[in-house]
């Protein structure tokens, strides 16, 4: 697990050339790409969403497509379309800026639906199929959307099933007065995005994905997400919760997020730092409870306090046995 946090240290700090003050953000974009994930960032124009984008493309040395959504923005124009050969007498394909290893769909939510929909199946079976043929997307594959939550006229809202197949969603936020200061002093004269380096590439970090799935995962937290998750589903704000898709996407960050920390085993505090990114955009609040201001935020940290945390379960096997016995120490602090 040392080869894991150190490659996502490297990238982290790569990273942060650009990013500034964004430590906890950057790494749960790191999370997001570790385990073959989507992330949707939200916030107001000219916080860094594009800039994060572009330099996580150069820090693992991947291919980066940019897709502007506008209202009259085609599927065809983003996965590609056939185009038929005069000389030849064949259709011939034309891939979309969709067949990139990071893309990042710009303003999301001004494209209308039917263009939206268009990110689906590539989102979720990573292929694209047109006119009948089935095109693979590359490997790493990652879609970074942004949008802008303030400014909605003009705007297509996200359906539920696009929202649920992203990841995490991140809030980048305004820094502070000092971090801002930073920001003006390293761009006087070029944009340290320029000369980022790579610093992993695409065959490393589609090691380092599958070795993230490797980590261990306790029955008890396993029982604490599904029950963090089946609480959003019975709260009574709630009128959607999180689907099984969310308990998913909780369990492989928290992987992720424990080998980035060093850890070969998943607690409980890794399911509590991701439970708002990964949970919060799926769930639909009650009009009524909209009314009185209820946030998705507000009820997953409600659920948080509320929802208990189980003692570990002892495992078969040596390392199980060991590593069970780690989780449950854990587990008795947190309780405790």
Do not use: W
Request: hydrophobic letters at 40%; aromatic letters at 4%; charged letters at 25%.
């Amino acid at each position: 697990m040392t080869k894991i946090q150190e490659s996502g240290e490297r990238v982290v700090a790569n990273v942060e050339r650009v990013i500034v003050g964004k430590h906890h953000e950057v790494r749960l974009a790191l999370v997001a790409l570790l385990c073959r994930g989507h992330l949707l960032i939200e916030d107001v124009p000219g916080t860094g969403k594009t800039v994060l984008a572009k330099a996580i493309a150069k820090s693992i040395g991947c291919t980066f497509r940019r897709i502007q959504f506008t209202p009259d923005l085609l599927p065809s124009d983003v996965t590609g379309l056939s185009i038929y050969n005069q000389k030849t007498h064949e259709f011939e394909f034309r891939a979309g800026p969709i067949m990139a290893q990071v893309v990042l769909a710009d303003e999301i939510n001004r494209a209308t639906p039917k263009t939206q929909s268009s990110l689906l199946e590539c989102m979720e079976e990573r292929q694209a199929t047109i006119d009948g043929v089935t095109h693979p997307m590359p490997e790493p594959f990652l879609v970074i959307a942004t949008q802008n939550p303030i400014e909605y006229e003009g705007t297509f809202a996200l359906p539920e099933a696009q929202l649920d197949r992203f990841m995490l969603r991140l809030r980048l936020g305004y820094p502070s007065q000092l971090e801002e200061i930073v920001i003006l002093d390293e761009q006087k004269r070029v944009h340290p995005l320029e000369d980022l380096e790579e610093v992993l590439g695409a065959d490393e970090l589609i090691e380092l994905q599958t070795a993230v799935r490797e980590i261990y995962v306790d029955s008890a937290v396993s029982d604490y997400i599904v029950r963090l998750v089946n609480g959003t589903r019975s709260h009574p704000d709630v009128y959607l919760g999180a689907s099984p898709r969310g308990s998913l996407a909780l369990y492989r960050s928290g992987q992720a997020f424990a080998a980035l920390s060093g850890r070969d085993y998943v607690i409980p505090d890794d399911i509590k730092r991701l439970a708002e990114p990964a949970l919060a955009h799926r769930l639909i609040i009650k009009t009524s409870s909209s009314i009185h201001d209820v946030q998705a935020g507000s009820v997953i940290r409600e659920l948080l306090e509320s929802v208990p945390v189980e003692a570990a379960r002892p495992a078969q096997g040596p390392v199980r046995d060991r590593d069970s016995a780690a989780v449950g120490s854990t587990l008795r602090d947190v309780r405790s």
